[in-house]
């Protein structure tokens, strides 16, 4: 069965940084590219982030251009996401979201980042 | 950036009845369009990948269309587990986007 797991969201100030992990399981991890989705309370789905095979390509939304930086550890079938200058618009549930042939296949449970003073 | 204008926004129905939600790109995305249903509380699922492919294990009342740059989902017959909020995406060009989504509510 395919798993994953995210973790780090945390309450954090404006203008800080978080770590988010996530933790795959069941299936090739290597094999398969990656991405990070988001969801602001009452709001919809946004694609924020896309990183490939071998770490080769990485792409971001124009709202986390500059801020946030996605990388992968395929030994320990690892996913993450480095967020900084946070601002109070990125927060939101953050889900770690596989990619099969350009759909997003398979998703975790989230985890919530906050940011507010 | 390509925009996916999703309608409408809500809806209310039946079960049993037929139900349609529509996607229009702001340009050309092939055949790159995927819907998602997402519960609260749950990890969004996929439904429909490359504008007509069932995801696996997802019922064949699920279906998607598209006419030029205008992308359908049905719902033939409306089941109790389908109340949800579906969502479209685009995967043709980064940064890949969603429509707005559309909240399926008991009427």
């Known amino acids: 069965e395919v798993l994953l797991v995210e973790s780090g969201g945390a309450l954090v100030q404006p203008g800080g940084s978080l770590r988010l992990s996530c933790a795959a399981s069941?299936?090739?991890?290597?094999?398969?590219?990656m991405n990070w989705v988001r969801q602001a309370p009452g709001k919809g789905l946004e694609w924020i982030s896309y990183i490939s095979l071998s770490s080769t390509t990485r792409h971001y939304a124009d709202s986390v251009q500059g801020r946030f930086t996605i990388s992968r550890d395929d030994a320990r079938n690892s996913l993450f996401l480095q967020m900084n200058s946070l601002r109070d618009e990125d927060t939101a549930v953050y889900y770690c979201?596989?990619?099969?042939?350009?759909?997003?296949?398979?998703w975790g449970l989230g985890t919530l980042v906050t940011v507010s003073s | 950036d390509i925009q996916m204008t999703q309608s409408p926004s809500s809806l209310s129905a039946s079960v049993g009845d037929r139900v349609t939600i529509t996607c229009r790109a702001s340009?050309?995305?092939?055949?790159?369009l995927s819907w998602y249903q997402h519960k609260s509380g749950r990890a969004p699922k996929l439904l429909i990948f490359y504008l007509s492919n069932l995801a696996s294990g997802v019922p064949s009342r699920f279906s998607g269309s598209a006419s030029g740059t205008d992308f359908t989902l049905t719902i033939s017959s409306l089941q109790p587990e389908d109340f949800a909020t579906y969502y479209c995406?685009?995967?043709?060009?980064?940064?890949?986007?969603f429509g707005q989504g559309t909240k399926v509510e008991m009427k």
């Open positions: 340009h050309s995305i092939s055949t790159f």
């Open positions: 979201v596989r990619d099969h042939y350009y759909a997003l296949d398979h």
């Open positions: 069941g299936f090739s991890f290597s094999s398969y590219s």
């Open positions: 995406q685009q995967s043709h060009s980064f940064p890949w986007t």
